[in-house]
């Protein structure tokens, strides 16, 4: 039975269950097959790296209390972040990677860094 690329359909010599002719056609076939996650990925990876660029230049020494509007200037969203801390009392920090911040009163915040990650 012959069979053929799946990316460009050149005819196949060797294994049974060979599916491509060679690496880029493989390569190319997966890009095409993950285009649209991969594009969607990309997008929010780049939110959660911005916010953490944010939050490390404004915490320099791993402690530091902000308003909101300076987290917003440097153009901070609230809306993206990698994984949630709660506290046995109830505190809940929000962290972009090692780089987290705590909501406080009076649009304050609490920059903290967790360097057991």
């Known amino acids: 039975m012959e069979r053929y690329c799946l990316e460009c359909g050149a005819k196949l010599i060797g294994r049974e269950d060979k599916k491509f002719c060679n690496d880029q056609c493989r390569n190319s076939y997966n890009n095409k097959l993950n285009r649209d996650d991969n594009s969607v990925m990309t997008t929010i990876n780049r939110k959660l790296r911005k916010n953490r660029r944010i939050l490390k230049k404004l915490n320099p020494n791993g402690k530091a209390k902000v308003r909101r ?9 609230f809306k993206y972040f990698t994984h949630v801390y709660k506290t046995k009392g109830g505190k809940v920090y929000y962290f972009c990677y090692e780089y987290g911040y705590l909501p406080l009163e009076n649009g304050y915040f609490a920059l903290v860094l967790n360097k057991e990650i």
């Open 69 to 77: 509007n300076e987290l917003e200037k440097d153009g901070f969203n």
